[in-house]
């Protein structure tokens, strides 16, 4: 499995952004995607996950983030709407098969993980 995540850059608080990241080398449709971050300094935290049985979220970007994924391309996306400085961090998409479609916010659940994209947001 391959993970191409994108669409980071630099991005004023109050602004919004859209990360992408393709999926490639297996099925799809079976896989629960998620996307995690990492500030300076800071531990490795769930953002967001997504499977065909619905999605979660972590309490910091409720109701301003939103998951998503297009299965025929093959792609999960992270709108990030309403922005702050604290969602600075590298932005990593990972990926887990998981018949049950149980989405699990430990880093250590999931198979996969692509390369990060950076998100700076300024004050």
């Known amino acids: 499995v391959q993970l191409q995540a994108s669409g980071g850059g630099l991005v004023q608080a109050g602004g919004s952004l859209r990360l992408s990241c393709v999926f490639s080398?297996?099925?799809?449709?079976?896989?629960?995607m998620a996307w995690f971050r990492q500030a300076p300094g800071k531990e490795r935290e769930f953002v967001a996950g997504i499977s065909w049985n619905g999605g979660n979220y972590a309490d910091s970007v409720k109701g301003r983030f939103t998951i998503s994924r297009d299965n025929a391309k093959n792609t999960v996306y992270l709108q990030m709407n309403s922005v702050n400085p604290e969602d600075t961090a590298v932005y990593l998409c990972?990926?887990?098969?998981?018949?049950?479609?149980?989405?699990?916010?430990?880093?250590?659940?999931?198979?996969?993980r692509g390369q990060g994209t950076l998100v700076t947001v300024s004050s």
């Open positions: 990972v990926a887990k098969n998981s018949p049950t479609g149980v989405v699990s916010t430990s880093r250590w659940w999931y198979q996969y």
């Open positions: 080398g297996r099925t799809f449709n079976s896989y629960v």
